[in-house]
């Protein structure tokens, strides 16, 4: 059973435009992490969030996690081809130990 | 920089024959963690240590997979035997905290059975 859920889960957009990315479940998690992997590569980590309605940027990337620390997004402002990959979101559960990752969003940004 | 260390980097199998796959993580994490991801799609746990303990492994075939961590350092996940579905990108992760949070990643080892 896949707790943590993400759309979507294929995104094409050209160079510039703007994206979000969510990931979204029915636990309660105590952080979250945002990924970002390369085909052929392990995942790189982005971020961690905490805190319920915590926000942190990276550069172009915006990272939110919802009030009630089940639900996370992720916005890329003005996206560069450089930004392609899987995006993941990842994190354990409140009460257990595993950690586990979302379904994943496949970035395409055509230059 | 530290890294979490794997090796092969690339196997390629025959089906039925037995492979086995090494994990070297960052120094001082006590959390190892192996994961299989199939192309395009998010990493699955198998198996998750902490120290040299096993704290879950519910996701493993045990009829086929073990996994070891015996002086709570360096991993082993091993494959006997290979099955044609077992092709896919084989993910060592370690972290620092109980709480696994900010788990880092080796560069894994692609899987193929033949």
């Known amino acids: 059973t896949q707790l943590l859920e993400q759309s979507p889960q294929f995104l094409s957009i050209q160079e510039g435009e703007n994206l979000t990315v969510y990931c979204n479940s029915s636990?309660?998690?105590?952080?979250l992490q945002w990924y970002r992997q390369e085909p052929g590569e392990g995942p790189v980590l982005l971020v961690t969030?905490?805190?319920?309605?915590e926000v942190k940027k990276l550069k172009r990337l915006t990272f939110q996690f919802g009030d009630a620390r089940k639900d996370s997004s992720l916005h890329i402002t003005a996206a560069q081809p450089g930004d392609t990959g899987l995006y993941l979101c990842a994190g354990a559960t409140s009460g257990t130990y595993k950690y586990i990752f979302g379904t994943g969003t496949r970035l395409k940004v055509l230059a | 920089e530290a890294e979490v260390a794997q090796s092969p980097r690339y196997k390629i199998t025959e089906k039925s024959q037995a492979v086995a796959f090494w994990c070297d993580p960052i120094s001082g994490h006590a959390t190892l963690y192996w994961y299989r991801q199939i192309l395009g799609q998010g990493p699955e746990l198998l198996v998750q240590?902490?120290?040299?303990?096993?704290?879950?492994d519910s996701q493993l075939p045990k009829d086929r997979f073990s996994a070891e961590r015996l002086k709570g350092v360096d991993s082993t996940l091993k494959i006997q035997p290979a099955e044609l579905g077992d092709s896919a990108m084989y993910l060592c992760a370690s972290s620092d905290r109980y709480l696994n949070t900010e788990a880092f990643f080796g560069q894994g080892t692609r899987l193929t059975v033949v």
């Open positions: 969030v905490v805190t319920g309605g």
């Open positions: 636990s309660v998690f105590s952080s």
């Open positions: 240590f902490q120290d040299e303990s096993v704290v879950d």
